[in-house]
């Protein structure tokens, strides 16, 4: 009989440590943290970690009512296996180092292993014992209102009511946080949509005219191969009218060009900005080749968040 109280002991010490190394913490996961979760499993595993989010709150209470059983049948074993108050000692003083083991990461590798090796199984426990849930009472999962990232930030920011926060402060904000990751091949216009004259053309009406109705400003001065060679600013033309007769473009273009990369930075493009005194800069692709023209007020479109209603 004391050989098999032994025996018990020990797979209750077992017992103890796998079930206090399961730190179900890491399963107390927010909506969004969740569903980004969800999207690497998939069947069954997909099924049972969808239940595992639903029934956390049984599954946390279903470990407190199992860690304490075992651990009053462990004061009870010691007890009858000693004397009742030296058995106490030696179940206070085990109780202490299964909870010291329980921090290593080793033990809580494999508690995690077998824990979702049988997660099934713990999950139809927690499910089938509701009624003593009920008297015992559940815990409330905890609320995770600090976002874990970015992008659980703007999944936040979607879900606001727009009592609080309007569709049209929505997408500002949406549109200032994507700024930190943009680069100027995001905000840029493509050089198949830039307006450019060439430099030997004449500033003639039917020309000027044209590039009035394009309802910009500034134009690259690029030749037939799409070589730019400056830029050209209405606003610099000095007298329309004379322009209109014989002014040819290079003479009133501004040779100074300014150029960035496609993959610069939305904040490093600010700087160019500033440094080069510039309203419209050049955009390089990776082969170093004309690819686009980006604006001061693209950049400022998107970095202080004005979107059309």
């Known amino acids: 009989m004391t050989t098999f109280l032994w025996v018990v002991l020990g797979l209750d010490h077992l017992f103890l440590l796998l079930i206090g190394g399961t730190k179900l913490d890491q399963f107390e996961l927010s909506e969004f943290a969740f569903r980004e979760q969800l999207a690497h499993h998939s069947g069954k595993t997909a099924k049972l970690r969808r239940s ?35 058995g106490t000692v030696y179940a206070a003083i085990s109780l202490l180092i299964i909870t010291a083991l329980t921090r290593l990461s080793l033990l809580q590798t494999l508690s995690l292993h077998l824990f ?19 008297l015992i009472g559940l815990p409330k999962r905890k609320e995770l209102a600090q976002p ?24 500002r904000l949406e549109s200032v946080l994507e700024s930190e990751t943009k680069t100027v091949k995001a905000i840029m216009t493509p050089k198949k949509r830039v307006v450019m004259v060439e430099p030997s053309a004449t500033l003639g009406p039917i020309v000027l005219s044209d590039l009035e109705k394009s309802g910009h400003g500034h134009f690259p001065v690029a030749t037939k191969k799409g070589e730019p060679e400056g830029i050209l600013t209405l606003a610099g033309v000095s007298d329309l009218e004379q322009a209109k007769q014989r002014v040819v473009v290079r003479e009133q273009m501004s040779s100074h060009v300014s150029w960035v990369e496609e993959d610069t930075s939305l904040y490093e493009l600010a700087a160019a900005f500033l440094q080069e005194k510039q309203y419209l800069i050049l955009v390089r692709n990776l082969e170093g080749n004309f690819s686009g023209v980006v604006t001061i007020a693209d950049l400022m479109k998107h970095l202080l968040g004005i979107v059309k209603d």
């Open 116 to 134: 979702e090796a049988t997660l099934e199984l713990v999950l139809k426990t927690a499910v089938s014992l509701q009624p003593l849930w009920y």
């Open 52 to 86: 595992l989010f639903k029934h956390l709150p049984e599954v946390r209470l279903l470990q407190r009512v199992e860690l304490v059983t075992a651990g009053i049948v462990l004061v009870a074993l010691y007890s009858h296996l000693w004397q009742p108050v030296l």
């Open 148 to 171: 874990s990232s970015i992008e659980e930030f703007t999944d936040q920011l979607r879900r606001l009511p727009s009592t609080v926060l309007s569709p049209l402060r929505r997408q």
